[in-house]
T-cell receptor, first 113, second 109 residues
Framework: DAGVIQSPRHEVTEMGQEVTLRCKPI?????LFWYRQTMMRGLELLIY????????DSGMPEDRFSAKMPNASFSTLKIQPSEPRDSAVYFC???????????FGPGTRLTVL | SQQGEEDPQALSIQEGENATMNCSYK?????LQWYRQNSGRGLVHLIL?????REKHSGRLRVTLDTSKKSSSLLITASRAADTASYFC?????????FGTGTSLTVIP
């Protein structure tokens, strides 16, 4: 298995631009999580899905952030418009069931200038 | 906040020594997990301990859980340079998942 796949690995964009991060979970996993990691705030859970349905999005910082999971093998996290304070590493993770071991992707390092 | 907190924030030991890091949390949990993160990489799951368990082993890792004190510890025995990484505890309470702030472990060869 290839593990959790995220793209792009690095993204540099200018303030105000739309950013879309992509995630392919491990086949067979039914839970998917989006995290953000910064030095200041550590690792924060943004949103998670179970069976493609968003369960808890209370960690999404504001309306500029949105996430979708149109099918079991794909999810996106969109930031529109992006701001410099969104600069962080964004991780996607998947698991079989929400209370079990999570498998993390390599992350997307986002820099907003 | 229900976030777990690891202690110490940073730990530096000689290769071969044991490393102990602690995690405290604030609310009742279903399970607690420990993860490792090497620099620039994603997190890797190490071990999961459920709320009805008190101790668990996996290779050189030993995890304890004290639900009455709302704390857990991770012991790495006979440390190796390759154990250098950040270690996080993650707590699961209902629909909420929280990662701690992490302990940065440096193992000096």
């Amino acid at each position: 298995d290839a593990g959790v796949i995220q793209s792009p690995r690095h993204e540099v964009t200018e303030m105000g631009q739309e950013v879309t991060l992509r995630c392919k979970p491990i086949s067979g996993h039914n839970s998917l999580f989006w995290y953000r990691q910064t030095m200041m705030r550590g690792l924060e859970l943004l949103i998670y899905f179970n069976n493609n349905v968003p369960i808890d999005d209370s960690g999404m910082p504001e309306d500029r952030f949105s996430a979708k999971m149109p099918n079991a093998s794909f999810s996106t996290l969109k930031i529109q418009p992006s701001e410099p304070r969104d600069s962080a590493v964004y991780f996607c993770a998947s698991s079989l069931g929400t209370k079990n071991e999570q498998f993390f992707g390599p992350g997307t390092r986002l820099t907003v200038l | 906040s229900q976030q777990g907190e690891e202690d110490p924030q940073a730990l530096s030991i000689q290769e071969g020594e044991n490393a102990t890091m602690n995690c405290s949390y604030k609310t009742s949990i279903n399970n607690l997990q420990w993860y490792r993160q090497n620099s620039g990489r994603g997190l890797v799951h190490l071990i999961l301990i459920r709320s009805n368990e008190r101790e668990k082993h996996s290779g050189r890792l030993r995890v304890t859980l004290d639900t009455s004190k709302k704390s857990s510890s991770l012991l790495i025995t006979a440390s190796r340079a390759a154990d250098t990484a950040s270690y996080f505890c993650a707590t699961d309470a209902g629909h909420q998942f929280y990662f701690g702030t992490g302990t940065s472990l440096t193992v000096i060869p």
